[in-house]
């Protein structure tokens, strides 16, 4: 099975959308969503982890729903903190096309897999948690019987990820709990997240967790180390098309969106200076 992995979009409205360099985020979404569309027969499935939009109201998620919508693939999303989440559940009200894409506390058999999907939002803060129901469905998935391996979907990654300017934010209440379940797991386990604004990957014993990073909100450092200042450079221009299968094969390809290329200059890059003096 082949899926590509996004997050972080944080659609504005137009009106809402403040004048400055570069392009906005519907633009960057827009150039997503016709990418994902190009290469739409060699996948089978797109996973949005969070953050969705940035103000968690109405007429973002119609963006994001009439961007997407046209991909033409099944789409799995899970809240972000700036999903509210209460905006998303509230507009979800009232629409049946991103309430059909919300994995949130569901199980979706798919391609040989178990997609999980868990809501770490609470209202109001920027650090994440997981509730008894949350809790209570991933022990019921790892201790049942099935040949089909575990997938999760989650916005706060579940480990820290040696990212020191973000590893503050990424705190997952009850997040030890969850990492006792999975460790019971008889199979690897996969997690796809967001959040944190950089593509990163982390590992702890059969868990393995992917960040997709932010095409809106750019974050690098000077060398690819976690422990380096992190500042606002380049535009990211890619997102990433996972090849999985169930005996256990994982090959990750990063996926250029031609619709940015041409942006990807717009943010300069510190100098060595500049990242001394911070």
């Known amino acids: 099975m082949k899926l590509a992995h996004v997050s972080d979009l944080h659609i504005l409205s137009p009106e809402a959308e403040a004048p400055g360099p570069g392009p906005t985020s519907i633009d960057v979404a827009e150039a997503l969503a016709d990418d994902l569309k190009a290469i739409a027969e060699g996948l089978d499935l797109v996973i949005i982890a969070g953050d969705l939009t940035d103000r968690a109201d109405a007429p973002s998620f119609a ?120 460790a019971a797991a008889k199979a690897e386990t996969l997690v796809f997240s967001g959040h944190v604004h950089r593509p990163y990957a982390a590992r702890i014993d059969s868990l393995i967790c992917h960040v997709a990073g932010s095409m809106i909100t750019p974050y690098d450092s000077l060398r690819p180390f976690g422990t380096d200042p992190i500042r606002p450079t380049v535009l990211q221009d890619i997102y990433f098309v996972h090849e999985i299968d169930p005996g256990g094969q994982h ?22 200076s500049e990242y001394d003096a911070n």
């Open 63 to 182: 963006i994001v729903e009439r961007l997407f919508a046209r991909v033409g693939l099944p789409i799995f999303v899970v809240p972000g903190n700036h999903d509210g989440p209460s905006g998303m559940i509230d507009y979800m009200r009232t629409s049946t096309t991103l309430s059909d894409w919300d994995l949130t506390n569901r199980v979706v058999e798919f391609g040989g897999f178990r997609f999980l999907g868990l809501n770490t939002c609470i209202e109001g803060r920027i650090q994440g948690a997981l509730d008894d129901s949350a809790l209570a469905l991933v022990d019921r998935e790892v201790g049942r019987n099935s040949d089909l391996p575990l997938v999760v979907i989650m916005h706060h990654p579940p480990l820290f990820l040696g990212l020191e300017q973000f590893d503050g934010f990424c705190d997952v209440d009850r997040g030890d709990e969850f990492l006792g379940l999975l």
């Open 251 to 272: 090959v990750v390809t990063p996926q250029r969106v031609l619709g940015l290329v041409s942006h990807a200059s717009e943010i300069k890059r510190p100098s060595q």
